[in-house]
C-alpha cells in the first residue's frame, strides 16, 4: 500500500486542480484544438516539429470537452511520469526526484494550458526507460521519511498552482469566453466584476456586452471604468481575442456574416487554423444564414473528429431541412461592415435591425462620446 500512496496521491491532487480550478480552461484547450481523421491533418502534423508528441495531443484535446475526463486524462499523464521516473530511480531507494520532476511537468502544463508538455514528457521518460532499465540492477525499499517528502511535494504543487496569477488568469479568460458563448451572461459578470475589470482593461467590452444582453447596458455601464468607445469594442485590437469577442457580438447583432468573418480571424491564430470549437461556431453561424451548403460543408469536415461526429451529423440534418432567411433582406443579414465600429452599427440599424440589443448601443456609443454626438448631430442639421 506504501508503494502506491505517493501515485494515488500525486493522481488525485492533479485531477482535483484541474477539474476545480481550471474546469474552464479544460473546456477552452478543446474549443480550440483539433484532430480530424483526414489525410491533411496527418500530412500537416506529422511535417510539424516533435510529430508524434503533437498527434498525441491532438487526439487527447478532443476528450477536454468533458472537464471530468480531461482532468482525468492529465492527471494519468502526470501519474504515468512519476511512475516511469520512480522506476529509471529504484536504485536510490526514493521517490523524491520522480516526484519532483513530474510536479514540474505539472506545474507548466498548467501555466501553458496545454497538455503538450506532458506528453512530450512521457514519451521521453518511456522512452529513456526503454533504453536505461536493461542496465540498472538492483532496487532499495522507500522508507517513511521519503514518503512523507513526496507527498509534501506533491502537496506544496497542489496548492501553488491555483494560486499561480496566469493559472487563474487563464481560468477567467476560458470562463469569460465559455459564458459568451453560451449567453451566459450572468456567470460572465460574475468573472468579469468592475473591480477586476478596471486591472484587465479587455474584460470591459465582454461586461459591457453582457450588461447589452441584458438590457442594463445604460444603467450598468456606469459601475465600470469606460474611458472611450474602444472599451465597447476593442477597436484596433487584432489579436484572438478581439477576434472572437466581434463574432460573438455580430451573432448578437443577428449579423451572422461577420460573426463568421470574425470567426476566421481568430481561427487564424490557433496551430491548425481552426479548431474544433470554431468548426462548431462556424456551423452555427451558418444556420443563423440559412446556409445549407456552407453548413454541410463544414459539417462533414468537424464529422472527422470522433468526439465531434454526432453533433456534426445533427447539422448535417439540420441543413437537409434548412431553407435561405426569408424574415429579413440580404441587406440585414450581411450589411457592409466598416473599420469604424460605430459606422457599423449604423449601417446595421439602416439594414432593418431595430433591435434593442442596437439601440442600447447606439445609445452607449454617443453617451461615450460627446465628439460622435457632436458629429452626428452636425450631419442631422
Not at 480550440?32 to 491533411?40: A, I
Not at 491548425?272 to 453548413?295: C, P, S, W
Request: charged letters at 20%; aromatic letters at 10%.
Amino acid at each position: 500500500m506504501k508503494k502506491q500512496l505517493i501515485p494515488i496521491a500525486l493522481s488525485a491532487a492533479v485531477f482535483a486542480v484541474s477539474f476545480f480550478f481550471q474546469r474552464r480552461t479544460l473546456s477552452e484547450e478543446e474549443f480550440n484544438g483539433l484532430f480530424l481523421f483526414s489525410r491533411d491533418y496527418f500530412m500537416e502534423t506529422l511535417t510539424s516539429p516533435l510529430p508524434v508528441s503533437r498527434l498525441v495531443s491532438d487526439f487527447l484535446l478532443q476528450l477536454f470537452y468533458y472537464p471530468p475526463v480531461g482532468a482525468a486524462v492529465e492527471a494519468l499523464l502526470i501519474c504515468g511520469i512519476f511512475i516511469l521516473l520512480r522506476r529509471l530511480t529504484a536504485f536510490s531507494g526514493t521517490s523524491i526526484p520522480a516526484t519532483a520532476i513530474a510536479c514540474t511537468v505539472w506545474y507548466f502544463m498548467a501555466f501553458k494550458a496545454t497538455p503538450a508538455i506532458a506528453v512530450t514528457s512521457l514519451i521521453v521518460s518511456a522512452a529513456f526507460c526503454a533504453l536505461v532499465l536493461p542496465f540498472i540492477k538492483g532496487r532499495k525499499k522507500e522508507n517513511k521519511l521519503s514518503i512523507a517528502a513526496s507527498l509534501i511535494i506533491i502537496f506544496v504543487f497542489g496548492i501553488s498552482i491555483p494560486c499561480n496569477g496566469k493559472v487563474k488568469e487563464n481560468e477567467e479568460w476560458a470562463g469569460i469566453e465559455y459564458a459568451a458563448r453560451k449567453h451566459d451572461w450572468q456567470m460572465l459578470l460574475d468573472i468579469a466584476t468592475p473591480d477586476r475589470a478596471s486591472v484587465d482593461r479587455d474584460m470591459i467590452p465582454y461586461a459591457l456586452l453582457a450588461l447589452n444582453a441584458t438590457g442594463r447596458l445604460q444603467d450598468g455601464m456606469t459601475e465600470y471604468p469606460v474611458r472611450s468607445t474602444q472599451d465597447l469594442d476593442m477597436a484596433g485590437q487584432t489579436s484572438r481575442k478581439a477576434y472572437y469577442f466581434n463574432s460573438i457580438l455580430y451573432e448578437m447583432l443577428d449579423v451572422p456574416n461577420e460573426a463568421i468573418h470574425c470567426t476566421f480571424q481568430a481561427a487564424c491564430t490557433l496551430p491548425h487554423g481552426t479548431g474544433n470549437g470554431m468548426l462548431r461556431q462556424l456551423i452555427k453561424f451558418n444556420i443563423m444564414r440559412g446556409d445549407a451548403e456552407m453548413v454541410k460543408k463544414y459539417s462533414s469536415v468537424l464529422s472527422r473528429s470522433p468526439m465531434n461526429r454526432r453533433l456534426a451529423l445533427q447539422a448535417l440534418r439540420i441543413a437537409e431541412e434548412l431553407e435561405p432567411r426569408t424574415d429579413v433582406d440580404s441587406s440585414f443579414l450581411a450589411p457592409v461592415m466598416a473599420r469604424d465600429p460605430f459606422l457599423s452599427l449604423l449601417r446595421t440599424g439602416a439594414a432593418g435591425n431595430d433591435s434593442r440589443f442596437l439601440k442600447d448601443r447606439v445609445s452607449a456609443y454617443l453617451e461615450t462620446s460627446p465628439e460622435l454626438r457632436k458629429k452626428l448631430l452636425d450631419n442631422h442639421e
